[in-house]
């Protein structure tokens, strides 16, 4: 299921580099996406990343597959995903691409840390999904491409120890 | 989605099976939690030792089930692995449910199984 080194898209920000690294194509449905997130920490693990820095890569891969699948291509034909993860200079690079709808600029920018604690009956059951990705990254960048969504993001790596 | 229950006194234990309680999952989770927890049982403990990874989802359909019971009724959660525990913690869904170690320490001590 690899493909081509995804093309780098320069969106402003500062751009990862994708080779040497780990790249997937898979359908944009949630039992793929489970074998997609097991072929990462694989490679992560074989890498010598320590298990704080797999579960947060993890943490958010899932929510940006999740929303991938859930939103772009938002219950209709899925569409193919383009992943690609690189490890440098003790940060992890992550770049998706697809073929679905436009993200929403309202759920982009950074969020308050803090999220709020109703009481137990007014508890929300969603919208915890970018809270994750942008408590674990350290910067997101996302454009557009014609038909392609292109999502950037980096983690740093807390408890791997650093490579010479 | 396998969830196995059990009476431990006047508390209802479930147990998660499944090592992900995801996305792909969470609905279904959320429906078998429901039909599990139509008993009289004032309290509910989930054990959660097996789950390697709970994604927001799963985490929405936790919350779901704690909507679900009726008031009086408390959950307790149980045995929470290091990324799901992360996943609580970083939502502050730590301070919402009571989260045991263990499954030995949620349960009082001499109830016995059924």
Not at chain 1, 32 to 48: I, K, P, S, T
Not at chain 1, 107 to 114: I, R
Request: aromatic fraction near 4%; proline fraction near 6%.
């Amino acid at each position: 299921m690899t493909g081509r080194a995804a093309p780098m898209i320069d969106c402003g920000g500062t751009p990862c580099q994708t080779a040497p690294g780990l790249h997937l194509c898979f359908p944009g449905e949630p039992m793929a996406v489970r074998r997609a997130l097991g072929q990462v920490l694989g490679w992560l693990r074989d890498d010598g990343i320590g298990p704080g820095d797999c579960g947060n890569v993890e943490i958010v891969l899932a929510e940006v597959l999740n929303n991938i699948t859930e939103h772009a291509y938002d219950g209709g034909e899925t569409g193919p995903v383009k992943l690609s993860v690189a490890h440098h200079r003790g940060e992890l690079c992550l770049q998706l691409q697809d073929q679905g709808r436009a993200i929403p600029a309202i759920v982009l920018p950074a969020q308050d840390a803090t999220p709020i604690c109703p009481e137990p009956q007014d508890l929300s059951e969603g919208g915890f999904g970018w809270f994750l990705i942008h408590a674990l990254t350290r910067d997101l960048c996302y454009c557009r491409d014609g038909a392609t969504n292109c999502l950037k993001l980096r983690l740093r790596l807390e408890d791997t120890a650093r490579q010479g | 989605m396998e969830l196995l229950t059990e009476e431990r006194g006047d508390t209802l234990l479930v147990t998660v099976m499944d090592d992900r309680v995801d996305a792909a999952v969470a609905i279904q989770f959320k429906d078998r939690m429901r039909e599990l927890t139509a008993t009289p049982h004032p309290r509910v403990v989930m054990d959660l030792s097996r789950v390697a990874f709970l994604d927001s989802s799963g985490l929405g359909a936790v919350v779901a089930v704690m909507k679900l019971l009726t008031p009086g009724r408390s959950l307790d959660l149980a045995g929470l692995t290091p990324t799901v525990a992360k996943v609580f913690r970083l939502t502050r869904m730590d301070t919402i449910f009571t989260i045991h170690d263990s499954l030995a320490a949620a349960l009082p001590p001499g109830a016995d199984a059924a």
